[in-house]
């Protein structure tokens, strides 16, 4: 049975009139990859702010290594890396330079540390950057960067905030790999984020947060099937009748249709041919269409299904 | 720790504005007070000749004439006329002095007493007065003398010229007498105070609430306030070669003479220094206003310290001393300007260490709140 | 106007340093004018110093020595220990101690050896004027008592060949300075220092590279971008001015309306208009926001001090002046020292009209170094 690295029961923490956090609970295994899903001001860096104690919270209690923790817990510190949402590192220091010192924050022992801080560079891929200083540094590099620092000590748990925020897609799977192996290598991950690829990729477990509080909690598979929405048909369309919308509806297990853009999305709870029947529907009343295609359900309409919101904002 | 303060001291060595400036700063000013300053003291700076106005209100020609010849023979001692006289009506002299054409109308009257008309005070003036109040002493002589017992004028004349030597100045200070020094000792009173953007810099890098680095660092097993206090070492010894350098050019370049020994200038450096640092420590810690905010307290604070201590208006300490004398004890800058101050007058003597005794007073009492409130920080947010 | 709006939002955020440094700078104001009338003025006219005298000696010289200096200084009547004089002298409470030692008297009048002895701070000037005039005293009453004068005679004759009271007077006294003067003196320093502390950063805003290039990509104009900020940069800039001059309004408020008080203020606001352009200048170059307090300290103390701000411009050597005419500020005060010199008009409009100069200039060499660098940098 994995061990409980992190505990935390009824969390609270309010701004004045917001609540950032209304009674939130968390728990994570050892080895887990734990991902925490929310569009922006769920509560996701305030989480990581109270599990860090790098603020004060109203209410709760929050263990980790199964020890309270507070803020001169050097002892619990010291097993943790962060990975910070903005870029924490000296301008006044190379790459290497900002590695070494951060390391030797954790690490005491010379001749470790150094070992340490080459193998952060490789992990990272900063070998061609070493004397390079932070301005000189593309955005996905200052993120290497960002989380070479946050990691180099081999932290047995790491937390990664939005670590790929504006990073090109190279250096966006180079980190998502990253991860994974760190995780193999037995470290445990919190990983939070607004996209639910990435964190489908790689968390073990997902909790998704809504307005300071945990709306669902499984793995990728167990939330999808909390859903109803087993299978979309989607179908790249320029008009449509609205008799044929409704013909669609009533095709089995359709629970939903919904047009717009040119795009025909119809929604199937269950059943397990709902793409055919589609397509002989659409042959049989002669209706042209661009593109067909079916498309299992995301996060995204687990949370859109939960909140009636969609996890990245809509502006307007 | 040894490891961590290398660190700082190379981040702090790579911020190239701060070391810029701090170098450059009294290059600048120290220049400028030197060639504002540098001869207002020896009495080299007043061998202008001065352009006066002399009138005849005489009715015999006696007293005018004796005054004419006394007046063009005065000389400085390189055998510059002291007096560019024209000879002119009162009417018109009264105009010339107007148009500051003359810096002084001379009436001479009846009796060979002389009054002067100067348009302002100022420093021509003064020596036009000085010369007239000489003139009339001799006049007054004259006159009375010469009636009442005129065998005995030659004999009191020449006790007159020979003048007495019977008051002796005990205070003999071996230091340097020039007034306008104290411009420097304030200069580098300056230097020491903006020492504290650095040790602002150190404490926003390690503040969680003020920098991201200083996120990354609180979430680490090192107590913070060691990683800060490493960094204040940083702070001060590259602060301290800035203002050591500053010292330098002062002293041997330009020739400034501070006065006193070079050790007790040192000291005191080392100390301001320190004393610098340890309040942009403090403040750094004190309050949420974010860093601009903050430099905007230290600047706005270390200069009108400054200002009270000298550094415009060069007798604004012995205001202070009159009107609120405490203001002299805790101001940080009229503090550092009067060990320099002292060592230079009474050298390195009570007053001198009492001053020093005072600043790491201070510094250690800034140290001390800084970290205590760096300990008790928590944030409802960062 | 849309930069205009966006200056003053950026202002507000950066209230707090601004409003530290228009009380700080405000304060130092306030304590020049205030400490204005008390300029070290030696040997001009005949002022008074607080000495102390122990007359160890009862012959009649030394008591009408203590006498005389008692009439023209003000003489301590307490008894102090020697510790507590020494203090006293430390501190500027008294500027000179003299003690007449037993004897004195006679020694004096026979060629004695006996002599008095003093205190002072051998660097202020106090002490020497005070030697000389015990000099004079001591030298008249010998020259007279050689011709055979009594002492109590001498004494009254030495007294009236010294006092230089009624032979030395000022032309118009009641047009003297007065606190007007001191305050359009300092203003220089003050106002340049508020602009250039309080704006900078705001347009330093404006110069992040991704804030310009933002601005670059859109279809605002340079031309209109470039007059919305210095029109932001004018009108705060005014509001310094205007603070300054309330403070002005506080201390000389009569003054102020008068023939003298018009042509200050405009002096003041021409000056206004060099700061303006001179600080838009600055805002040119990508200055780093640490470096904006020191550049402002390095730069207003140097303008001022060359300029004859803080020292008065008779004083500066020609060397020290052919360099001050570079700078705006000495055309700012020579124009301040005419209006209560003489009024010479044609003087007066030259030294604002290149005052006016050194604010084109600015302005010229800001556009012409904006499009340079615009040029470099598409390049």
Known sequence: MAETVIKVKNLVKQYKELTALDNFDLEIKEGEVFGLLGPNGSGKTTTINCLLSLITYDNGEIQIFGKNMSGNRYDIKAKIGVVMQNVAVFQELTVYENINFFCGLYIKDKKLRKQYVEDAIKFTGLEDFKKFYPKKLSGGLLRRLNIACGIAHKPKLIILDEPTVAVDPQSRNKILEGIQELNRQGATVIYTSHYMEEVEQICTRIAIMDKGKCIALGTSEELKRKIKNTENVIIDIKKIYDEHIKGLKKLSHCYDIQYSGDKLTIKFSGGKHNLINVMNYIAENNISYDRIYSELPTLNDVFLEITGKELRDREG | ?382 | MLLFKTYFKILKKYWTSSLIYLIIFGGIFAVLILSSENTEDMGFKQSSYDIYIENNDDSELSTLLYGYLSDIHNVSSETYLDEELEEMLYFADIVYILRIPEGFGESFLNDGNVRLHNLQDESKMYGSYIDSQIESYLSSVKSYMAAGYDLKASDTLARKGLDTERIISELDKGDGKGFIYYIYLYLPYVLFSMIFCGTLPIMLSFRKKEIRDRMNASGYPAVKRSIGIIFGNSAASFLAWLLLSIIALIFVSEDLFTEIGGLLILNSLIFLLVCISATSFAGSFNLKLDGVQMISNVVSLSMCFLGGVFVPMELLSDGVKSVGRFLPTFWYVSAVNEVFNGKDYSLITKYMGIEITFAVFFIIITFVYSKFSSEKRKV
């Open chain 2, 1 to 382: 720790m040894i490891r961590i303060f290398l660190y700082q001291l190379k981040i702090i060595l790579n911020n190239k504005t701060i070391i810029f400036w701090t170098l450059l700063f009294p290059v600048i000013l120290g220049t400028l007070f030197y060639f504002a300053f540098g001869n207002l003291y020896s009495e080299e700076s007043v061998l202008k000749t001065i352009d006066v106005a002399v009138v005849d209100e005489t009715e015999n020609a006696e007293p005018y004439q004796m005054f004419q010849a006394a007046a063009e023979e005065l000389e400085y001692s390189d055998g510059t006329a002291i007096l560019n006289i024209t000879y002119t009506d009162s009417y018109e002299a009264e105009a010339l002095l107007k148009d500051e054409a003359v810096t002084g109308v001379i009436t001479v009257k009846n009796n060979g007493d002389i009054t002067l008309l100067v348009k302002e005070s100022g420093i021509y003036e003064s020596v036009l007065s000085g010369i007239i109040a000489e003139y009339h002493k001799f006049n007054t002589m004259i006159n009375e003398i010469s009636v009442e017992n005129p065998q005995a004028l030659e004999k009191a004349l020449s006790i007159f010229y020979e003048g007495v030597d019977v008051n002796v100045t005990d205070s003999h200070t071996e230091g340097n007498k020039d007034p306008y020094v104290t411009y420097f000792y304030n200069l580098i009173a300056m230097m020491c105070l903006f020492s504290s953007f650095s040790g602002l810099g150190i404490v926003v890098n390690c503040q969680r609430n003020q920098s991201d680095v200083g996120l990354r660092v609180n979430v680490s097993p090192v107590k913070t306030v060691f990683i800060e206090l490493a960094g204040i070492a940083a702070a001060f010894l590259v602060q301290l070669v800035c203002v050591l350098l500053g010292l330098f050019y002062l002293i041997t370049i330009l020739g400034v003479n501070f006065g006193g020994e070079i050790i007790n200038i040192i000291i005191t450096s080392v100390l301001g220094t320190m004393l610098g640092v340890s309040i942009g420590y403090l403040i750094g810690h004190v309050g949420k206003g974010g860093l601009n905010t903050k430099i905007g307290i230290l600047t706005g604070v270390e200069l009108f310290c400054c200002f009270l201590s000298g550094l415009m208006v060069g007798n604004m300490k012995i205001l202070v001393q009159k009107h609120c004398p405490i203001v002299n004890k805790i101001n940080p800058s009229a503090v550092l300007e009067d060990a320099f101050y002292a060592q230079n007058i009474y050298g390195a003597g009570e007053r001198f260490y009492g001053d020093l005794i005072l600043i790491a007073v201070i510094t250690v009492v800034l140290l001390i709140v800084g970290s205590i409130m760096a300990g008790r920080n928590k944030y409802a947010s960062v």
